[in-house]
């Protein structure tokens, strides 16, 4: 029997999951090379939040990042996560920035790019999986697992069909609030390798203290890989340990053989990083919760919505704003929770219980009611898209939304130019996801010091209307002004207030 593989994630979702994606190219590098080898399937090294993380906070180029790492561990496959039209941002871009940017990653040496969209919805995913093909590397589809009316096992097995058939080199069940137990997740492995002959993955987050067990139920149904980290970014809202991993398959005849020493020599490093990123660092992240079984939401978000409230002084309506959650996201569709799709569920929901359902609505909510980030697996509610079409004086999207969107490319480099930074592809894209990081990156500014990242902010009304007036009303509502920020994106942000 085929011994299952490792892939391991310590350089990407372990410290985005547990130190606020602070680890720095210097701090990985010591380790890269004992990493390498191992033996793991492959490492994730890229995506996610680690480029934002690296011009935003860490004054690095991310491109920078990925050479280093690749001629620092050359053996083992690179891997990175990759949000489908959305790239590693929260909106969506035009196919061909698209297109220039996994060319440009291909081109650093990137191997596995796992793709997927928030709403599962595969006409989002088309191009980026056609251009990593195209550009001779893996193209993994994932599946965005969650919990809902219409997320049954069997119609998230048949989304594996609409991968396939764009043809991606394997399948990846993403758990990315760590809701799966065993038997669901043996029984949609089991539907999914039944169906296709690629390899499947399993990815899960421990917040709720069910991924190793999930993990074993996916080896036992054939999963071909599973993700694991290194202590002390792994398990809580991580990946599993490692070494706990390979305890629990004690006797599996698919238990893989992976160097207890080494990984011993690892734990030691990566607890000195630890402590050097101990003011990112949270017990709270660390420690089963079971309160994501109940709320279905990223763990993250639990811990930094108690503290956002706290900052409106809505401590007292914690229960009720996660209560709203399920309201908004029904509301919206079903939409699984996972970037950006979270953060916006998570701010409707702020949103509805400090004025009322509904009467303020945030733009991002209107978007995903007009369609704009993609077809939601269920109806958006009737109200709901009234409101969306009336405040926006819109039609919901007909077709593949990024077929809306004006190519960029040019623009980007005409821009790049006119501010004295080469307007090469690199620099291009960068500058269209983070535009004034990578300006700031480039030119030597200093950026603007910036709090860790937290999934949803909603601060206070904005200083005095003297100090910053806002219009006194807006299509004919009166007007109230507030900051949003998400993911540390701060944005300010007019709201009409809806009859």
Same mark, same amino acid.
């Given at each position: 029997m085929k011994t299952v593989v490792f892939n391991n994630t310590v350089l990407r979702d372990g410290h985005q999951s547990l130190a606020a994606t602070r680890m720095s190219t210097a701090q990985m590098l010591p380790a890269a090379p004992t990493l390498d080898g191992l033996g793991f399937g492959a490492l994730e090294t890229w995506?996610? /939040?680690?480029?934002?993380?690296?011009?935003?906070?860490?004054?690095?180029?991310?491109?920078?990042?990925?050479?280093?790492?690749?001629?620092?561990?050359?053996?083992?496959?690179?891997?990175?996560?990759?949000?489908?039209?959305?790239?590693?941002?929260?909106?969506?871009?035009?196919?061909?920035?698209?297109?220039?940017?996994?060319?440009?990653?291909?081109?650093?040496?990137?191997?596995?790019?796992?793709?997927?969209?928030?709403?599962?919805?595969?006409?989002?995913?088309?191009?980026?999986?056609?251009?990593?093909?195209?550009?001779?590397?893996?193209?993994?589809?994932?599946?965005?697992?969650?919990?809902?009316?219409?997320?049954?096992?069997?119609?998230?097995?048949?989304?594996?069909?609409?991968?396939?058939?764009?043809?991606?080199?394997?399948?990846?069940?993403?758990?990315?609030?760590?809701l799966l137990t065993p038997r669901v997740t043996f029984n949609l492995v089991k539907a999914i390798k039944q169906r296709h002959a690629i390899p499947v993955v399993v990815h899960s987050h421990d917040t709720a203290g069910l991924a190793l067990a999930s993990y074993i139920a996916a080896i036992d149904a054939g999963a071909d890989s599973v993700e694991t980290s290194i202590t002390p970014f792994a398990n809580g809202t991580a990946q599993p340990d490692t070494v706990r991993m390979l305890a629990a398959l004690a006797g599996n005849p698919r238990l893989p053989h992976y160097d207890g020493k080494r990984l011993f020599e690892l734990r030691q490093y990566f607890e000195g990083v630890a402590k050097e990123l101990a003011a990112f660092m949270s017990v709270a992240n660390e420690?089963?919760?079971?309160?994501?079984?109940?709320?279905?939401?990223?763990?993250?978000?639990?811990?930094?919505?108690?503290n956002q409230l706290k900052e409106l002084k809505m401590e007292n309506r914690f229960a009720d704003v996660m209560a709203e959650v399920p309201?908004?996201?029904? /509301?919206?569709?079903?939409?699984?929770?996972?970037?950006?799709?979270?953060?916006?569920?998570?701010?409707?929901?702020?949103?509805?219980?400090?004025?009322?359902?509904?009467?303020?609505?945030?733009?991002?909510?209107?978007?995903?009611?007009?369609?704009?980030?993609g077809r939601p697996p269920g109806g958006i509610n009737a109200e709901l898209a009234a409101l969306a079409r009336k405040k926006s004086g819109q039609e919901p999207v007909v077709g593949r939304p990024a077929d809306?969107?004006?190519?960029?490319?040019?623009?980007?480099?005409?821009?790049?130019?006119?501010?004295?930074?080469?307007?090469?592809?690199?620099?291009?894209?960068?500058?269209?996801?983070?535009?004034?990081?990578?300006?700031?990156?480039?030119?030597?500014?200093?950026?603007?010091?910036?709090?860790?990242?937290?999934?949803?902010?909603?601060?206070?009304?904005?200083?005095?209307?003297?100090?910053?007036?806002?219009?006194?009303?807006?299509?004919?509502?009166?007007v109230r002004r507030f900051f949003i920020t998400i993911n540390s994106r701060r944005s300010e942000v007019l709201v009409e207030e809806i009859s």
């Open positions: 995506g996610g /939040a680690t480029i934002d993380s690296c011009l935003r906070y860490l004054s690095e180029n991310p491109f920078a990042r990925l050479d280093a790492l690749k001629a620092a561990a050359p053996k083992t496959p690179q891997m990175m996560l990759l949000r489908g039209q959305n790239l590693v941002q929260y909106t969506s871009f035009p196919d061909d920035v698209v297109e220039a940017f996994v060319r440009c990653t291909a081109k650093h040496g990137l191997d596995i790019f796992r793709i997927f969209d928030a709403l599962n919805d595969a006409r989002n995913l088309v191009t980026a999986i056609r251009t990593v093909k195209a550009a001779g590397k893996h193209a993994q589809g994932a599946i965005c697992y969650t919990m809902s009316p219409v997320h049954t096992p069997e119609k998230l097995a048949a989304f594996a069909d609409e991968l396939v058939e764009q043809g991606v080199d394997s399948i990846c069940v993403k758990d990315m609030a760590g420690r089963v919760d079971s309160d994501a079984l109940t709320f279905q939401v990223p763990g993250g978000m639990l811990s930094n919505f108690r309201v908004v996201r029904e /509301a919206l569709g079903w939409i699984p929770l996972v970037t950006p799709t979270s953060q916006i569920v998570g701010t409707q929901a702020v949103l509805n219980v400090k004025f009322g359902r509904w009467q303020n609505l945030a733009q991002a909510t209107i978007d995903i009611a007009l369609g704009k980030y809306l969107l004006a190519p960029r490319m040019s623009a980007l480099r005409e821009e790049l130019s006119k501010k004295g930074i080469e307007p090469t592809d690199d620099n291009a894209v960068l500058y269209a996801m983070f535009p004034r990081e990578t300006e700031s990156l480039y030119l030597k500014k200093s950026p603007a010091a910036a709090p860790a990242p937290k999934p949803v902010v909603i601060t206070s009304p904005a200083p005095s209307a003297a100090a910053q007036p806002a219009p006194a009303a807006v299509n004919g509502h009166a």
